[in-house]
């Protein structure tokens, strides 16, 4: 029997790359999608020029895919002109099964991007695997590492409220098993064991690294100036912003058990995904000095 051909849409998300290597682990040898495929240099995967803003790469990105994982980046424009498009696309040529990553509150927030595309999804004819994954554990190491590498602090305006922060290694897997096997067309909610919040996760940090990480609990506004500051879209700030507004909120803790009821393990917790990471954060600590 032969591998299903799969396109990864975001290859190089925190999700996205693990899903890619655990294909490859996997034997097969993804399309992944890329604006810019001859300066790719991959063993294994095969890319695809792809670009979510030309509409005129979509149809030679899916041809001959028999499923696809999908996304969508915000900034990436609004969906209806973005990743629906795209669906529709894969639809006519063939594509069998998506697997879309959406988030933790889509199915009650209706406003949400993520609530479109699934709506989109269910009245679309196609087999269809949909995961809401909760706060990802890898946003602390990417977009939130600078203020814990150069000030010691999380700095998110987050208050009190909890996370089921989930390790994207976790999410990646659920995904690769949605790519490949049949049985998932459902809804899947991920997150991670622990309903944290920030205040817990400084002192995960702090223990782990033996160094003293604090929580500041900004307002938005002062979150908001530090991060204009920086490289990152309008889109991504709006996100950003209304995700930890819920959180305030304390409507975003809830746990749910479909990671070890699909991998047949417990999640990975914040002390394993801190010290898989000790080198990564000793050397942001190093040049911080």
Do not use: C
């Not at 790719?40 to 990105?61: L, M, N, Q």
């Not at 009245?123 to 814990?148: K, P, W």
């Not at 998932?184 to 400084?202: I, N």
Request: hydrophobic share 45%; net charge neutral; glycine share 8%.
């Amino acid at each position: 029997m032969s591998s299903p051909r799969v396109l990864v849409i975001g290859p190089a998300s925190k999700v996205g790359v693990h899903l890619v290597e655990q294909l490859v682990a996997q034997g097969i040898s993804p399309r992944v999608a890329v604006r810019r495929p001859e300066a790719e240099s991959r063993d294994g995967p095969v890319p695809v020029r792809f670009d979510f803003t030309d509409p005129a790469t979509f149809a030679e990105a899916v041809d001959e895919v028999d499923a696809i994982f999908v996304m969508w980046p915000p900034g990436a424009g609004a969906v209806r002109r973005s990743v629906i498009p795209l669906l529709e696309v894969a639809r006519e040529r063939g594509v069998r099964r998506v697997v879309f990553l959406s988030v933790f509150g889509a199915g009650t927030l209706s406003f949400l991007p993520h609530a479109q595309v699934e709506r989109w999804l269910e009245s679309s004819g196609l087999e269809h695997v949909i995961l809401r994954a909760g706060y990802f554990m890898q946003n602390l190491s990417t977009m939130h590492r600078r203020d814990i590498a150069l000030h010691s602090e999380v700095f998110i305006p987050a208050g009190r409220g909890h996370l089921g922060l989930v390790d994207t290694r976790d999410v990646a897997a659920i995904a690769l098993k949605a790519l490949l096997e049949p049985g998932h067309e459902r809804v899947y909610e991920l997150t991670g064991g622990e309903s944290l919040d920030f205040y817990e996760v400084a002192a995960i940090f702090s223990a782990v690294l033996g160094e003293p990480i604090v929580y500041r609990a900004p307002s938005f506004a002062s979150f908001i100036r530090r991060w204009r500051g920086r490289e990152i879209s309008a889109g991504m700030l709006a996100f950003m912003t209304l995700e930890y507004a819920f959180t305030r909120l304390d409507r975003s803790g809830g746990l749910t058990a479909d990671v070890e009821r699909v991998l047949g393990r417990p999640p990975l917790t914040l002390r394993r995904f801190v010290d898989d990471h000790r080198e990564r954060w000793s050397e942001a600590y190093q040049l911080s000095r």
